[in-house]
C-alpha cells in the first residue's frame, strides 16, 4: 500500500541531488551489497553485453540484452550527485547463465550476483530469470553524472535472491476492462519492481473476455462488446511477453460465485431463483447439482489448462450467496437426497469436485479463503488466499504450504 509513495519519494530526493548513497538507487533493496569509491562511466555508442554459461544462448536473456540497452541509455535516469569524475570506462558487462532452461515456476532460482571492480562488470546467475534480476538491478545503478554522461559507482557486491517466491500483482479486466497494451505496460512496471506473478482476474459478473474456442458464446454474449475481449492470440502475446520479463501469468476463473456473465452465453449453467413455487427469472451461482454443468466445466477448463501453461489456475470460490440455491425446489431435493443439511455442505461439494477435476487435467489451483475456511480439503501444493480479517486466516496459513496475504 506505500510502495507507490516510497517509490515517489527516493525518485524525488535522487532528481533533487539530495542523496549520495548508491544504494538509494536500487529498488527493492538487495539482500547483502557493498559499494567501493571508484567513479566508473559508460559510452552509450560503445557499450554492450556478453553472456556466457550454459545459459549463455537463451533468446530470453539475448532480448534482455536489447530491452535494457534501451531501458538504460534511451530513457530518462536519475541524476546522481556524489562519486566525483570517472577513472575508468566500463565497456561491457558479462552474464553468466549457469543454466540453459527457460522453465518458470514456483520453484524458480532467481539468485544472482553483480560486481563492477576495476573496471570490469560481471553478473553470475543461477538461472535465466536470476539474470533478469540482476539486469534490472545493473539498469537502476547507472545514472547521469554531473557532465551528463553515463556513470556507476563501484559495486565490490551484490548478492541477491527473493524474499518471497510468489510476488504478485492482481488486475481486473472483467469490471474494467483493459488493453492489451495496459497489460504489457502493466507487466513493464512489473518487472521493474522485480514481480514475478500477474493474477489476471479475466472474468466476473460484469463481463466475460476471454474468447473461448471451444464456447465462442462466452464472450460472443458475455464480453461487454465485441471489442472488449482477449483472443487467443492476444492471451498469447501477454503470456510470452511476460516470461520474457520472468513474469508468470495466472488467471481466475470465479467460480461458483461471480458468474453472471458466464449464464448470458452459456444457457442453464446458472441456478434458476424462485419467488415462492415459480421462477422469477433471476439467476443465482452456477448449478452444482446437474450433470451438463460438469460437462461443460470439464471441457472448459481443459481448454484453459492448455492455452495458460503455469503449474496453477486460480479458482476464486469466494463470496458465494446462497438465498438463489436455498430458493430452488431442486436444489432442496437433490440436497435432502444427499442427507446435507445446510448449504456450505453444497458449496463444499462443488469445491471439492471442482479441484478433483483440475487436478485431473495436471494443474494445481490457488483458491480465496472463505472455501477453505468452509472446510474444503485441499491439495498439499494448493496456494490459499488469505484476507486476514478477524483471525479466519489461521487454519488457512497453517494447513497449506503456500499462501499469500491481501492486507
Known sequence: MMIVPLLLVVSLSLIKGDTSTTSDLLWPLPRSMSFGTAVYSLQPANFYFTSS????????????????LNLIFKTPSPFYPGGGPATQVVPSLDVYVNSNSEVLSQDTNETYTLSITGGVGKITALSVYGALRGLETFSQLVYRSNDGGFAI???????????????GIMIDSSRHFLSVNTILAHLDAMSYSKFNVLHWHLVDDQSFP???????????????????????????????YAKERGIRVVPEFDTPGHTQSWG??????????????????????????????????NSFFAEVAGVFPDTYLHLGGDEVDFSCWQSNPDIQKWMAQHNFSDYGQLENYYEQRLLTMIGDLGKQYIIWQEPFDNGVQVCSACVCGVVCLQGGCARCMAETPLWFSIP
Not at 232 to 238: A, F
Not at 264 to 282: A, I, R, V
Open 210 to 240: 476471454y474468447d473461448s474456442v471451444t464456447f465462442p458464446n462466452l464472450s460472443l454474449k458475455g464480453a461487454y462488446d465485441h471489442t472488449h475481449v482477449y483472443t487467443q492470440e492476444d492471451i498469447s502475446h501477454i503470456i510470452t
Open 153 to 167: 559507482n563501484e559495486v565490490i557486491y551484490i548478492m541477491d535472491y527473493p524474499r518471497f517466491q510468489f510476488r
Open 53 to 68: 554459461g550454459p545459459g549463455s544462448s537463451s533468446n530470453i536473456v539475448k532480448g534482455a540484452f536489447v530491452r535494457y
Open 264 to 297: 448470458l452465453g452459456q444457457p442453464d449453467f446458472l441456478t434458476p431463483c424462485y419467488s415462492g413455487s415459480s421462477p422469477n427469472g433471476e439467476y443465482g451461482p452456477v448449478d452444482p447439482i446437474e450433470d451438463a454443468t460438469w460437462t461443460f466445466l
